[in-house]
């Protein structure tokens, strides 16, 4: 026996339909701008790209699906809290990676849950400016990293505080690197070595990509 019209439609109601194209349309749009037009043609990470886009789909369909049982704000809250103390055991996750992934895991719950009967346009700004944030911090802002490099240090003769300019000094010129500030690790004076941390300002961010073993001079 075949399903009557009127049957098929109380099992696939039009408003939930259209109300699910609607977010889910808005939502897509707005992941994929995030990913593929502000993250991915600066730092050209494609794992970080089908993690961002996989759990923002996921984290939608959690939430819009589950959304008829009215937990609303208080299960919103619980499954990004839940997302939130995730962490990657097999790589050490960057902090601007870790940023993009918090970004797409809300704007999943943001396009899920927002009421919209009354205020899409609401929703469409607020993720305009999810993306509009994302692209002036990530692109247009322009602070420079202070970075450090873990040296070895032989010249002890050095290390006394009224000698501190003298060794920054010493240390531009063997590095090449605009040292501003040194900090004094260790000394070894029985090998007549120093371990000390040389500060120095850069565009990009090199002490994460490094460990933090130590850097013969």
């Known amino acids: 026996m075949e399903p009557s019209d ?3 439609s109380e099992v ?4 939930d339909l259209s109300d699910f194209l609607v977010r ?4 897509l749009t707005v992941i994929l701008i995030l990913v593929m037009v502000i993250y991915y043609p600066r730092h050209r990470n494609k794992d970080f790209v089908f993690t961002f886009l996989l759990f923002n789909t996921v984290n939608f369909l959690i939430c819009f699906m589950l959304s008829s049982v009215k937990l609303k704000m208080g299960f919103a809250f619980g499954l990004f809290a839940i997302f939130s103390i995730l962490r990657y055991r097999t790589v050490t996750v960057p902090i601007r990676e870790m ?7 809300t704007i999943g ?3 899920s849950l927002a009421q919209i009967d009354d205020g899409f346009a609401t929703l469409v700004i607020s993720n305009g400016l999810i ?3 994302s692209y002036v911090l990530d692109r247009m802002l322009s602070l420079d990293h202070e970075n ?3 040296i070895k240090y032989e010249r002890i003769e050095l290390i006394h505080p009224e000698k501190r300019n003298e060794m920054i000094d010493d240390l531009k010129r063997r590095t090449g690197l605009p ?3 040194i900090e004094l690790i260790s000394v070894d004076f029985l090998r007549d070595v120093a371990l000390v941390n040389a500060f120095y300002y850069s565009k990009e961010n090199e002490t994460s990509s490094r460990g933090m073993g130590g850097d013969d001079d």
């Open 148 to 150: 450090f490099k873990q």
């Open 99 to 105: 940023g993009y992934f918090f970004l797409s895991v």
């Open 6 to 8: 009127s049957q098929l």
């Open 109 to 111: 719950i943001i396009n």
């Open 131 to 133: 993306l509009a944030m």
């Open 24 to 27: 889910y349309g808005l939502n």
């Open 12 to 15: 696939v109601k039009p408003n």
């Open 179 to 181: 040292i501003h500030r």
